[in-house]
């Protein structure tokens, strides 16, 4: 997976600096960052304190990792039955 290069309170701040009537252009240069970016992340983060940003980005990591451990108590209660089958039968 893609890492990003941006921190969300760096997204934050480049977003302020648009808020505040700085050029878009001027800013993707200074950044370094194409301009589809920036509508990006003001679609994603427009309007939203740091403090929230870092919050979601949280929730989402929770989330994957909720999902990660259900599956992985799935597998396992799958192969606790399939023993359980395999010792009910008479050899």
């Given amino acids: 997976m893609k890492t990003n290069r941006f ?3 760096q997204i934050i701040s480049v977003l302020k600096g648009a808020e505040a009537g700085m050029p878009v252009k001027e800013l993707c240069r200074k ?4 301009d589809a970016s920036l509508y990006n992340w003001k679609a994603k983060y427009g309007g939203m304190p740091a403090s929230e940003a870092r919050r979601l980005k ?3 990591e929770l989330k994957e990792e909720n999902r990660r451990l259900k599956k992985l108590v799935g597998d396992q209660a799958l192969d606790i039955q399939m023993l359980k089958e395999i010792n009910t039968k008479k050899w």
């Fill in 58 to 60: 949280e929730l989402k």
């Fill in 31 to 34: 950044y370094g960052m194409s």
């Fill in 7 to 9: 921190t969300t309170e």
